[in-house]
């Protein structure tokens, strides 16, 4: 079992940014064996892609995102970053860590990421 806990979400001005992290943890895990992402959910809408990264650095991310948010992680520590610079108010919604090994994967509870004047 893996434990993913976000941190790092809340109020933000138009054009500002914000670090997300997610620290995981679990018995028996190794940490660089899995592949860490991050997905959003904003209000009435569904569940979607923000960015992930495999255990070797390779990162993928939301055509609609490239640019503006970059995610790193680091396997000394057990975490997933996700730096979100030009913060739009389309940017609001929850922020979900995600990690997957083979079949299994893994959810954290969300952040929340507000964007608003």
């Known amino acids: 079992q893996v434990q993913l806990v976000e941190s790092g979400g809340g109020l933000v001005q138009p054009g500002g940014s914000l670090r997300l992290s997610c620290a995981a943890s679990?018995?028996?895990?190794?940490?660089?064996?899995?592949?860490m992402g991050w997905y959003r959910q904003a209000p009435g809408k569904q569940r979607e892609l923000v960015a992930t990264i495999t255990g070797g650095g390779n990162t993928n991310y939301a055509d609609s995102l490239k640019g503006r948010f970059t995610i790193s992680r680091d396997n000394a520590k057990n975490t997933v970053y996700l730096q979100m610079n030009s913060l739009q108010p389309e940017d609001t919604a929850v922020y979900y860590c995600w990690s997957e090994r083979g079949k299994d994967d893994y959810w954290g509870q969300g952040t929340q990421v507000t964007v608003s004047s």
């Open positions: 679990g018995s028996s895990f190794i940490f660089r064996l899995y592949a």
